[in-house]
């Protein structure tokens, strides 16, 4: 068994299972949209094996599929070829299928029991999303979660167009290995080597976590994952995967595709300065501190923490208000590298231009070149 979630008595979650916490993240870009392959983010992240068991490795690469960028890639887990055919029906029904093949896999003597992977490009029927009032990106989340909550023996892994997530029980350069995602070439990768800190080791719940073209790698633990939870079910969001770092990723599509927020808002509403710092600071800046803290306190993350967030249009790295857990970045040129260690950038990346620690709070932002907005991505 693949370790579906669906197939226990009950489903995992936070607290049911609780070991020491490690994980690793990786992220590269190319500001100009250039294209690498991924042997790159394996290189990186393979060098942080020690911060992962084992339990989870995954990627999330962008600007992989430009012969169907027009097309969501729903990358698919299955348990049996009849889940399979469920859905399948499922989506013939209300979307418009241009393709669905196997996604390619090799053979990795530490990857074991692996579920049916597929991808498939397509979009939502044009009549049924004017019949229910929604844009293609709100029925695709609809559907998303629809399917993760109701369908038996079948996980969506990823959704967003030309971008895919590939993830798996596993060390993440096997996972790698297993994917072969040295053919693949992306202008933006993220990696996760994952340590399960709250939940059980299984495929769905390895990251990369997706919604749309969101993917959020993560290291640490999200404390504040119930109030966060309960918070997004009042505007129809469905965590069914009960884990904190799914919850973040909804957080992310909330703030920046629903309500159009800045970037950079969304991230000081996510690890907002504490009311003591906001007190200091010039009155305009206090004023739009204090009316997001209220507006959207039960959205922040309390807890130690450092996430990746990739998007079509960049990517963004942020650990908690207090820095309990590391992040580092540096540039090269049009290279902007973030990861766990110094060392994993080191290693793709021998002398970078410039080096830093992200203070604690503060987003590193990396945007395309022709990209004016992240919100454009909707």
């Not at 109701?150 to 993830?167: L, P, R, T």
């Not at 007190?279 to 959207?296: D, Q, S």
Request: with cysteine; charged share 25%.
């Amino acid at each position: 068994m693949w370790g579906s979630r669906k197939r226990l008595n009950r489903k995992p979650i936070e607290g049911d299972v609780r070991i020491p916490s490690g994980c690793a993240v990786s992220g590269i870009m190319n500001k100009k949209g250039k294209l690498f392959s991924g042997e790159t983010i394996i290189q990186s992240i393979s060098i942080m094996r020690d911060r992962s068991n084992g339990l989870g490795g995954g990627f999330a690469a962008y600007g992989i599929y430009p012969d169907y960028k027009d097309f969501y890639a729903l990358h698919m887990f299955f348990e049996s070829e009849e889940n399979q055919r469920e859905v399948e029906l499922y989506l013939k029904e209300n979307f418009l299928v241009e393709k669905g093949e196997r996604i390619p896999t090799r053979k990795v003597p530490v990857i074991l029991d692996s579920p049916i992977i597929y991808r498939y490009f397509i979009k939502p029927r044009a009549e049924i999303c004017e019949d229910v009032c929604m844009t293609p990106d709100e029925f695709m989340v609809r559907q998303v979660m629809f399917i993760n909550s109701s369908f038996e023996g079948a996980y969506v892994s990823s959704s967003g167009k030309n971008m895919g997530a590939f993830k798996g029980v596993g060390y993440p350069e096997d996972i790698g290995e297993f994917y072969d995602l040295e053919s693949y070439k992306g202008y933006l990768w993220t990696a996760h080597g994952r340590f399960p800190t709250n939940t059980p080791g299984w495929w769905g719940g390895a990251h990369p976590f997706t919604l749309l073209d969101w993917s959020v790698v993560h290291n640490g633990e999200i404390s504040s994952y119930g109030t966060n939870r309960r918070y997004l079910e009042e505007f129809e969001y469905e965590c069914s995967l009960q884990t904190d770092t799914e919850a973040a990723t909804y957080l992310f599509d909330m703030l920046l595709r629903r309500h159009r927020l800045p970037l950079e808002t969304a991230c000081q509403v996510l690890a907002p300065p504490f009311w003591e710092e906001i007190e200091r600071m010039p009155e305009k800046e206090k004023e739009t501190a204090r009316a997001l803290r209220m507006v959207y306190g039960k959205g922040l993350l309390n807890g130690p923490f450092s996430i990746i967030l990739g998007s079509t249009n960049g990517m963004v790295a942020i650990n908690d208000r207090i820095k309990l857990r590391p992040l580092v970045a540096a540039e090269q040129g049009d290279m902007l590298y973030v990861a766990s260690e110094e060392a994993a950038i080191i290693e793709v990346c021998a002398c970078p231009s410039k080096v830093w620690t992200p203070r604690a709070g503060q987003p590193v932002i990396g945007r395309l070149e022709e990209v004016d907005s992240w919100v454009s991505v909707c």
